[in-house]
């Protein structure tokens, strides 16, 4: 089956810095890649969409300038936390849709992040 | 746009009996529907999903989950739980129409006792 992989799985950094999370489609070609976020004991809230070679869809109330996705590739997307704060901290899961596909999206084993 | 509704955020079972988690949703088009289980710091496994054909649908480790049109769910059943099955649920849909996103419950905490 389809694998998509997360690096790092756990995060610790001090508030002020930046992070940032891989997230790859291991054996398959991801046109489209989605960016979560997920709080304590709460849903899944989309933060953004992206496209390979585009720009991506920031969800209302997302800012970008803070979250900065990257799709360089169909394997590879990255989420930067620029200037982390203490709320930053949550749970940060990638999926991935393949190439031809339009509704199945496969997920990442997620990565924890903490901010101090 | 699509919405989805879980009823119940938390679910308290015995060890063997009988569970069912509920899902509805509502949308203007047509939709694909998914469970999802996830885990204590982990991501997402896909539970089952439907797309067409037989309403009933089977999915892994003995759930299975019934589409019904008319009333716009897609209810999550398992007849004997195990304590292993402790865990989050998640309903998702998501619209034929498009490259769009899955649309997420707010989930249903299992949790299942001895």
């Known amino acids: 089956g389809a694998v998509v992989s997360q690096h790092p799985s756990r995060v610790i950094c001090k508030s002020g810095t930046s992070v940032k999370i891989e997230c790859r489609s291991l054996d398959f070609q991801a046109t489209t890649m989605f960016w979560y976020r997920q709080f304590p004991k709460k849903s899944l809230m989309l933060m953004a969409t992206?496209?390979?070679?585009?720009?991506?869809?920031?969800e209302q109330g997302v800012e970008k300038d803070k979250f900065l996705i990257n799709h360089a590739s169909l394997t590879l997307s990255t989420l930067t936390v620029t200037s982390a704060h203490p709320e930053d901290s949550s749970f940060y899961i990638c999926?991935?849709?393949?190439?031809?596909?339009?509704?199945?999206?496969?997920f990442g084993p997620g990565t924890r992040l903490t901010v101090t | 746009a699509q919405s989805v509704t879980q009823l119940d955020s938390q679910v308290p079972v015995f060890e063997e009996a009988p569970v069912e988690l509920r899902c509805n949703y509502s949308?203007?088009?047509?939709?694909?529907l998914f469970w999802y289980v996830q885990y204590p710091n982990q991501g997402l496994q896909l539970l089952l999903k439907?797309?067409?054909?037989?309403?009933l649908v089977k999915g892994i480790n003995g759930f299975e989950a019934e589409f019904n049109k008319s009333q716009t769910s897609f209810h999550l059943r398992k007849p004997s739980v195990h304590i292993s099955d402790t865990a989050e649920y998640f309903c998702a849909v998501i619209s034929l129409s498009g490259n769009t996103p899955l649309v997420f419950g707010k989930g249903t905490r299992l949790s299942v006792i001895a």
């Open positions: 439907y797309l067409s054909g037989s309403t």
């Open positions: 992206s496209n390979e070679g585009s720009k991506a869809t920031y």
């Open positions: 999926s991935a849709r393949s190439t031809g596909v339009d509704y199945e999206q496969y």
């Open positions: 949308s203007s088009v047509s939709v694909y």
